[in-house]
C-alpha cells in the first residue's frame, strides 16, 4: 500500500487492488437492481411460463444495456449508442406496465439512472426528476382512487420518492465513483513516476556536484605526488595519503547522496576550496561578511562554492580566485570571480543545477565572462525567501 499526498496534513490510502476490482464492485452492485423487477412480478403475481421467459429476457436485456452504460462511464468512454440504450431502456420500462402492472415499476431506476449518464445535463436531470416525481404522483393518485387515504397517499408519495431517488442516485454514483477512482489511482501512479524522476534528478545532480570537486582534487594530488616521487619522497607520501582521504571522503559523500543524508556547510566547503585551489598554485581570497545565513541559503552558497571552485581547476588557467558573500539589501549575495578563463565558456550541467537550487529559495545564479579573461559566478538569494 502507498500513499497519496492531496494536501500538506491529509493523506489518502489506496490499496492497489480496491482500483483493480472497481469494476467488479459496479457489476455487483447492479445485480440486485436487475433482479427486484422480476422478482416482484412472480412473487406477487400467477403468471404463465410464456410470461416468465418474457420478463426475464426483457429484464436482462435492459440491465445488460445499462450495465455497460455505467462500465463506460466509470471508465471514461464515450458513450456509443448512448442515446439508442436510454431509449431502449425506457422501452422496457413503460410497456411491461399494461402486463405487469405497478410490481415491474421499479425497473424505472435504469431510466433515471441512463437519463443521468446520457442526456446532457438539464435534460438529464430533468429526465429523472421527472420520473421520480411522476412515479411517486401516480402512487398518490393511485392510493386515493383505491382507499381516499390521504395520510396513506403521502405515505406513498415519499416512499417512492425516496426509494426511486435513491436507487438512481446509486447506479448512477457508483459508475462516477469508479471513474474517479480510477482517475485518483492514474493520479498517484503519476505522482510516483514524478517522485522518482525528481529523486534521480537530484542523485544525478548531487553527484555531479560531489565528485567534480573529489575527482578533480585526486587527480591533482595524484599529479603532485608523482612529481614529487623523484624529488621528495615525504611529502609524495604525504600527497598520497591525502588523495586516499580525498577518495574515501567521496565513497562517503556518495553513499550520503543516495540516502539524501548528504549536508554540506559554507565554511567547511570555502576551507576545502582555498585548500584545492592553493595546492594547484592559485591565489585564493575569501571575504564572508555575514555571521549567520538560514540553513537552505547556506546549503545552496556550499554547493555553488564546491562548483566554482572545480570549474576554476578544470576550465581555466587561473592564478586568482576570490569568494565574497555579503548582504545586498534584503538579499545575500555571493560572488565567485577568477582569472585566466577562456574565451568561449559554454554552460555545463553544474550550473544549471546551482541554478535550480537558487530557483528553489527564489534566487537566481549567473555565470558568465567579465571582462579582462576573468569569469563570474554570482548567486544571489532573498533572505525572506530562504
Known amino acids: 500500500m502507498t500513499a497519496l499526498q492531496i494536501e500538506p496534513t491529509r493523506t489518502v490510502n489506496l490499496p492497489a487492488w480496491v482500483a483493480e476490482r472497481a469494476p467488479w464492485f459496479l457489476i455487483a452492485l447492479h445485480v440486485p437492481f436487475i433482479v427486484a423487477a422480476p422478482l416482484f412480478v412472480?412473487?406477487?403475481?400467477?403468471?404463465?411460463?410464456?410470461?416468465?421467459?418474457?420478463?426475464?429476457?426483457?429484464?436482462?436485456?435492459?440491465?445488460?444495456?445499462?450495465?455497460?452504460?455505467?462500465?463506460?462511464?466509470?471508465?471514461?468512454?464515450?458513450?456509443?449508442?448512448?442515446?439508442?440504450?436510454?431509449?431502449?431502456?425506457?422501452?422496457?420500462?413503460?410497456?411491461?406496465?399494461?402486463?405487469?402492472?405497478?410490481?415491474?415499476?421499479?425497473?424505472?431506476?435504469?431510466?433515471?439512472?441512463?437519463?443521468?449518464?446520457?442526456?446532457?445535463?438539464?435534460?438529464g436531470a430533468l429526465v429523472s426528476v421527472a420520473v421520480i416525481v411522476g412515479t411517486a404522483v401516480w402512487s398518490v393518485v393511485a392510493i386515493e382512487g383505491l382507499t381516499g387515504d390521504d395520510a396513506e397517499a403521502a405515505v406513498n408519495f415519499v416512499y417512492y420518492v425516496a426509494i426511486m431517488g435513491m436507487g438512481g442516485a446509486a447506479l448512477y454514483g457508483s459508475a462516477r465513483l469508479v471513474h474517479?477512482?480510477?482517475?485518483l489511482y492514474?493520479?498517484?501512479?503519476?505522482?510516483?513516476?514524478?517522485?522518482?524522476?525528481?529523486?534521480?534528478?537530484?542523485?544525478?545532480?548531487?553527484?555531479?556536484?560531489l565528485l567534480g570537486q573529489s575527482l578533480s582534487a585526486v587527480s591533482l594530488k595524484g599529479d603532485l605526488a608523482l612529481r614529487l616521487l623523484?624529488?621528495?619522497?615525504?611529502?609524495?607520501?604525504?600527497?598520497?595519503?591525502?588523495?586516499?582521504?580525498?577518495?574515501?571522503?567521496?565513497?562517503?559523500?556518495?553513499?550520503?547522496?543516495?540516502?539524501?543524508?548528504?549536508?554540506?556547510?559554507?565554511?567547511?566547503?570555502?576551507?576545502?576550496?582555498?585548500?584545492?585551489?592553493?595546492?594547484?598554485?592559485?591565489?585564493?581570497?575569501?571575504?564572508?561578511?555575514?555571521?549567520?545565513?538560514?540553513?537552505?541559503?547556506?546549503?545552496?552558497?556550499?554547493?555553488?562554492?564546491?562548483?566554482?571552485?572545480?570549474?576554476?581547476?578544470?576550465?581555466?588557467?587561473?592564478?586568482?580566485?576570490?569568494v565574497s558573500v555579503a548582504r545586498r539589501g534584503t538579499a545575500v549575495r555571493l560572488e565567485m570571480v577568477n582569472d585566466g578563463a577562456p574565451a568561449r565558456v559554454g554552460r555545463g550541467s553544474g550550473l544549471t543545477g546551482l541554478t535550480e537550487r537558487a530557483g528553489a529559495l527564489s534566487g537566481l545564479a549567473t555565470a558568465g565572462l567579465v571582462g579582462d579573461g576573468r569569469f563570474r559566478l554570482l548567486v544571489e538569494i532573498p533572505e525572506v525567501a530562504a
Request: no cysteine; hydrophobic share 55%.
Open 42 to 123: 412472480l412473487t406477487r403475481q400467477s403468471v404463465g411460463v410464456v410470461a416468465v421467459v418474457v420478463i426475464l429476457v426483457l429484464d436482462l436485456v435492459g440491465g445488460v444495456l445499462q450495465l455497460r452504460l455505467s462500465l463506460l462511464v466509470a471508465q471514461g468512454r464515450a458513450l456509443t449508442y448512448g442515446v439508442a440504450s436510454f431509449l431502449a431502456i425506457a422501452v422496457i420500462a413503460y410497456a411491461p406496465l399494461y402486463w405487469f402492472s405497478w410490481d415491474w415499476a421499479v425497473f424505472q431506476w435504469f431510466v433515471i439512472a441512463s437519463a443521468a449518464m446520457v442526456l446532457s445535463r438539464p435534460w
Open 230 to 322: 623523484a624529488s621528495d619522497e615525504d611529502a609524495a607520501r604525504a600527497e598520497i595519503v591525502s588523495l586516499t582521504g580525498v577518495a574515501r571522503g567521496a565513497l562517503r559523500d556518495v553513499r550520503a547522496v543516495t540516502h539524501d543524508e548528504h549536508a554540506v556547510s559554507l565554511s567547511a566547503e570555502l576551507d576545502a576550496a582555498a585548500a584545492l585551489l592553493g595546492a594547484a598554485g592559485i591565489d585564493t581570497t575569501v571575504d564572508v561578511d555575514v555571521p549567520t545565513l538560514s540553513h537552505p541559503m547556506e546549503e545552496v552558497f556550499a554547493w555553488a562554492v564546491r562548483e566554482g571552485a572545480t570549474n576554476t581547476l578544470r576550465h581555466s588557467d587561473a592564478a586568482h580566485w576570490t
Open 180 to 183: 474517479v477512482l480510477d482517475d
Open 186 to 209: 492514474a493520479a498517484r501512479l503519476e505522482l510516483a513516476d514524478l517522485a522518482v524522476g525528481r529523486e534521480r534528478l537530484r542523485v544525478s545532480r548531487d553527484l555531479h556536484d
